[in-house]
């Protein structure tokens, strides 16, 4: 296709999405006016009803519920099949070639960036458990103390410290966490199925607003989101930092 | 809208913008970073915390890390 042709083709295009789009952003309502009542109505009921004083949570991890369960599954499944993709690679050979300077060692990290990273591992992993308990009460929750605790081994590594890496998260700790995070969360479901009428229904005592024993089921999805969000998380990094580092030390030795 | 959101918003459209015009993918990464960071700070302004905590962990730590990850591989096998 020549030039010409294909910037016409393009001018024709835009102008298209040009008049749909302006037509679609001239029917939105005007700024800061959402005309949703859903959320008006959960703002009302939401904390009578579930106890969480996030209501953001109480729809993800009740209202929801069963929506949420189906990301931790996207997420499981990219986990996992990034695995695979990787895992059946390293058992290849690759070529010493890629290296002309096999002498050459990296440059050691500063001083500081080592104690900073080293000291920032423990409030970490403190604060992510804090984001995943208390996420009905304030914002935060599973999914996003999820991802703090597995900053934890990162900072380790960023550290220099990859043998620090493995000793803070083994690999069959991890894949324990993932499994029983993904597990846990369906099981909670089904034991709402087995206990009442329906799946994800929220069985357990919902305590007092505001204290952080309360909310049910949601407090518990948190746990279970969170470690299973962690876990894949550090699953990920350490099949990537095996893949890049490991398969280079051993075409060095 | 506020002054604040309005300039949060600008420089999200601007970021982006340099995210999409950005060829090096080494730059890319680290210019999706900071996007991803712009990103967190305007979902904090427009008062979805929970959403700016993913925003920041997500947009601005883990996608960056994969990309430079995957691009190490990637140049690691090809030279």
Known sequence: MSSSVRSTVFFIGAAGLAVFLLWGLAGLPDFGNFRGDYGLLLNRVGVEQTSATNIVAAVTFDYRGFDTMAEEFILFAAVLGTALLLRAQREEEEEPAEDMAQDRRPPHDSDAVRELCLGLVAPAVLFGLYVVAHGHLSPGGGFQGGVVLATAPLLMYLAGEYAGLRTLSPRTVVELAEGTGAAGYVGVGLVGLAASVSFMKNFLPLGRPGDLLSSGTILVLNFAVGFAVAAGFVLLLTEFLEQTLEVRRRSRA | ?79
């Open chain 2, 1 to 79: 809208m506020t002054i604040l959101q309005a300039i949060v918003l600008l420089l999200v459209a601007a970021a982006g913008t340099g995210v999409v015009v950005t060829r090096d993918p080494l730059n890319q990464a680290v210019g999706v970073s900071f996007f991803g960071l712009l990103l967190a700070i305007l979902f904090l302004v427009f008062q979805a915390p929970d959403v700016s905590l993913s925003a920041i962990v997500v947009g601005a730590l883990a996608l960056p890390l994969m990309l430079l990850l995957a691009l190490a591989k990637i140049r690691g096998g090809a030279e």
